[in-house]
């Protein structure tokens, strides 16, 4: 369905990992902000993913420190979407790189669970 979606690609695939993985827009990534009330939390959020990173993403649970509320890494206001997981179905290159709402709605009614684009920097 997805290789429908997306037209011609270099490859289309599905992968599930052993552990979480953090996917993002690489060097594209430029701001994450509290879900709460919009700080800033670059700085605080290297050293919190490092940590999350040693547990191989198994606890993505933090305390925010400008507002001092619980939230997820997964919560976080990303400036690109990115997001943790084991399961992802990726389209390299794809001449249509977006869907639509409709089509992510069919993905997730085919998967059974909700899905996020990402769209990484190869």
């Known amino acids: ?20 993985e953090f996917f993002h827009p690489g ?8 879900p ?21 993403f ?12 619980s939230a997820s890494l997964n919560e976080l206001r990303y400036d690109r979407d990115a997001g943790f997981a084991r399961f992802s179905i990726k389209a390299e290159y794809p001449r249509q790189p977006t869907l639509d709402a409709t089509q992510l ?5 085919l998967l059974g669970c909700a899905l996020k684009q990402v769209f990484c920097h190869m």
């Open 1 to 20: 369905m997805l290789r429908a979606f997306v037209g011609e690609a270099a490859g289309v695939f599905a992968e599930v990992e052993s552990e979480v």
């Open 27 to 34: 060097e594209f990534l430029e701001s994450i902000r509290c």
């Open 36 to 56: 709460f009330c919009g700080s800033d939390l670059q700085e605080w959020w290297g050293d919190t993913m490092d940590v999350a990173f040693r547990t191989h």
């Open 58 to 69: 198994s606890e993505l649970g933090v305390t925010v420190p400008c507002c001092q509320r």
């Open 105 to 109: 709605a069919q993905l997730e009614g």
